[in-house]
């Protein structure tokens, strides 16, 4: 996992990038310079001539860094260590904006993992801190990618829900700290 940095990087390659808020994708090209502001969960938030971006972690070389390693279960692992698994997975999966995981705002309603003949079906439900987010998909696309890493899953479904509204009671004192809520 990465932290909070101001850290200068100037593009290897050209790279597939999320402009935030509106989730929009866009191609930076190769050279482009700029600040890493956060990189959390393999993922990171960048600016780039005033502009902010998110770069996902399987295109962290374009920024001359190294992906998380993908996650493993034990031998004969059981649903617990998947479900285990899936949560992990869960919580390096960050706002671009804010640097607490979705987990730890409270974000992930629902997470079921369902036995199948081949494997494992896992089923998350999950809310934004606002209807509105343009992030939502991207933070739904980077959970199931993420999710999807795990052997022996098959199947991921995330959707999400606003029922109940998010607030920010759901969110964990850790979250509230980081935040300066609590």
């Not at 990087?9 to 929009?24: H, N, S, W």
Request: one cysteine or more.
């Amino acid at each position: 996992m990465y932290s909070l940095t101001s850290e200068p990087f100037k593009l290897d390659r050209d790279v597939e990038a999320i402009a935030v808020p509106t989730g929009e994708t866009i191609e930076l090209p190769a050279g482009v310079v700029g600040y890493i502001t956060q990189a959390l969960g393999g993922s990171f938030t960048i600016f780039v001539d005033g502009s902010m971006f998110m770069i996902l972690g399987h295109n962290a070389d374009a920024l001359g860094k190294e992906p998380l390693p993908a996650p493993i279960l034990p031998v004969n692992a059981t649903q617990q260590d998947v479900e285990q698994a899936v949560w992990a997975q869960l919580k390096t999966v960050y706002d671009p904006e804010i640097p607490v995981s979705i987990v730890e705002l409270g974000l992930v309603y629902e997470c079921e993992v369902k036995s199948t003949d081949s494997g494992y079906d896992v089923s998350i439900d999950m809310t934004l801190t606002a209807p509105g987010c343009g992030m939502g998909d991207v933070l739904v696309s980077d959970a199931a990618t993420k999710i999807k890493l795990i052997p022996e899953v098959n199947q991921v479904n995330c959707q999400v829900v606003f029922d109940p509204p998010w607030d920010q009671s759901m969110m964990s004192d850790e979250a509230k700290l980081e935040t300066g809520m609590l």
